[in-house]
């Protein structure tokens, strides 16, 4: 079955320094990858997603995520981050090719907050 | 355009009381979800339909009953509410095959008192 570890329950950072949030997955291949972001009170909005060829992929609001499978990792990255980024991120995923008859499985997200 | 819209956002009711709380997404999906959030924000997924048809049924109690009128539709509906259900519920819709990502609802905050 397949998993999701996000180690880091809580990471404070202050505005404008650099963000990494971690992410190991558990699955008998390389699966789909992704990266969730939780505003307070808002719904799950993507944020990058990884299916296959460059293994450094750029996503929305400056973030990226490089997946390292020697690791089976998946960390999320900022060079700078605004206050606006403070949210809940869920690092996400799905059997290779699709989704079929598996489901989109959830880390249990790593909460930013960000200081002045 | 909301791609995957939920109603209502809040909902707030006794125990013992049933409630629905609907779905519909204009994407063009053919697979939609429902997710439970408990109050440690872990995502777990509850059901999911293909082109109307139950493809996952997780551990639910059988008070949860999921019902899909047409692909662009999953409704959830919950009989004798008890606390242990409050949470945020999401809604999310993908294709299920191919380079593709889930699409999720704001989710619906239901509390039982």
């Known amino acids: 079955a397949q998993s999701v570890t996000q180690p880091d329950i809580h990471i404070t950072v202050s505005e404008g320094a650099s963000l990494e949030l971690r992410c190991n997955y558990s699955?008998?291949?390389?699966?789909?990858l992704f990266w969730y972001v939780q505003s307070p009170g808002q719904g799950l909005q993507l944020l990058l997603k990884?299916?296959?060829?460059?293994?450094l992929v750029q996503g929305i609001k400056g973030f990226e995520a490089e997946f390292k499978r020697s690791q089976s990792s998946f960390n999320l990255r900022k060079p700078s981050v605004h206050w606006s980024d403070a949210a809940e991120y869920f690092c996400?995923?799905?059997?290779?090719?699709?989704?079929?008859?598996?489901?989109?499985?959830f880390g249990t997200g790593t909460r930013l907050t960000i200081i002045p | 355009d909301t791609a995957v819209s939920q109603t209502p956002k809040y909902l707030v009711t006794q125990m013992g009381n049933d409630k629905s709380i609907k779905c519909e997404q204009n994407?063009?999906?053919?697979?939609m979800y429902w997710y439970k959030q408990d109050s440690k924000k872990f995502l777990k997924i509850m059901f999911s339909?293909?082109?109307?048809?139950?493809?996952i049924n997780e551990t639910v109690p059988n008070r949860f009953s999921p019902k899909s009128p047409d692909k662009a539709h999953l409704n959830l509906h919950i009989n004798s509410l008890e606390l242990g259900d409050s949470a945020v519920y999401f809604c999310?819709?993908?294709?299920?095959?191919?380079?593709?990502?889930?699409?999720f609802g704001q989710g619906t905050r239901l509390t039982v008192v």
């Open positions: 339909y293909n082109n109307k048809e139950l493809i």
């Open positions: 999310a819709s993908s294709h299920i095959q191919g380079d593709t990502e889930a699409f």
């Open positions: 699955y008998g291949a390389t699966p789909y």
């Open positions: 994407l063009g999906h053919d697979t």
């Open positions: 990884y299916f296959s060829g460059d293994t």
């Open positions: 996400a995923v799905a059997p290779l090719g699709g989704f079929g008859n598996e489901k989109l499985t």
